[in-house]
């Protein structure tokens, strides 16, 4: 079995893990949905950080690229790609660490959730590192490589950081009051501080602006939940909206400023070619 026609296999493997947690776990089967796993800890209102309702319909746009790219990484155009190539296993992990995920909140293991989360952070930031400083290959690979993974890279950034809430608050931790506040706050400011750090790790200004947007739309959906939802805290409203607007404007100077020395302090390294073996 060549190497090509492996890997292509075990992402579209990891497709159905995906795609059978997904059923389970949002409740197209058996019902509930993610929300209402865990006695409630991953609604919009269990912790200060959570992104209000509507913020998750991002899920959609990021799954139906995925869909896109698993297609798309068996098309004969893709056989000598190099973001394909470099992207395909990191890929599959997070499919199936995404589809694991949901799994796991479903059975309401919330410390098991934080471990599988962080392993789809590790998966993505090797997509980010695999395809920096990789020349173009034309608008479909822009759309379902760097904009698939800017967004999915994004929006788990805040994921996480909502998650581990989910995660202290189910240990007895208050979900309310001056600790948690002052707590959320800074966390808020880590988020903004990762969004600048990833902005610097690459060129490629569609992932950015897929990577940025995420972010910004997660930290304003923070805002909105914490400013008009049920679990109302102003302050911690106020710095997310605050938030929203640093990654923003981390993004604009990154695109007009920043970008151009990205990934230029090391050559690019060939890929090695694709190889067939007996089996």
């Given amino acids: 079995m060549s190497t090509l026609l492996r890997d292509r296999l075990v992402v579209s493997l990891a497709a159905v893990v995906w795609i059978a947690g997904t059923v389970l776990g949002t409740g197209l089967v058996g019902g509930g949905g993610v929300q209402s796993q865990g006695e409630g800890l991953f609604s919009d209102s269990a912790t200060l ?14 799954y139906l690229l995925l869909a896109g790219y698993v297609l798309w990484q068996w098309l004969p155009r893709t056989d000598d790609s ?6 395909r296993l990191p890929a599959a992990g997070s ?10 909140v479903f059975a309401g293991w919330l410390t098991i959730s934080v471990a599988v989360m ?16 990789l020349p173009s290959e ?4 822009a759309v379902l490589v760097s904009a698939t993974f800017g967004l999915y890279l994004g929006w788990i950034c805040v994921a996480t950081c909502a998650n581990i809430a989910s995660w202290l608050v189910g240990l ?8 948690p506040t002052a707590t959320t706050v800074g966390v808020l400011a880590v988020v903004v501080a990762l969004a600048g750090y990833l902005l610097t790790r690459t060129p490629d200004r569609v992932l950015l602006a897929g ?27 106020l710095a997310a909206a605050v938030a929203a607007l ?34």
Avoid at 82 to 87: M, Q, S, Y
């Fill in 118 to 133: 962080a392993g789809i952070v590790v998966c993505l930031g090797v997509i980010l590192r695999r395809s920096a400083s």
């Fill in 172 to 179: 007895g931790i208050a979900a309310e009051g001056t600790g």
């Fill in 82 to 87: 190099v973001r394909a190539a470099r992207t």
């Fill in 211 to 237: 990577l940025a947007a995420a972010i910004t739309w997660g930290l304003a959906w923070v805002a909105v939940g914490r400013l008009t939802g049920d679990l109302r805290n102003q302050v911690v409203g």
């Fill in 95 to 104: 499919l199936v660490l995404n589809g694991v995920w949901l799994l796991v």
């Fill in 49 to 62: 950080i959570a992104p209000h309702g509507p913020a998750f319909g991002i899920w959609s746009v990021i």
């Fill in 246 to 279: 640093a990654v923003v404007a981390l993004w604009v100077w990154v695109a007009t400023h920043g970008s151009r020395a990205v990934g230029q302090h090391r050559p690019m390294r060939s890929l090695p070619p694709q190889t067939t073996t007996a089996g």
């Fill in 138 to 141: 034309g608008p479909m690979a």
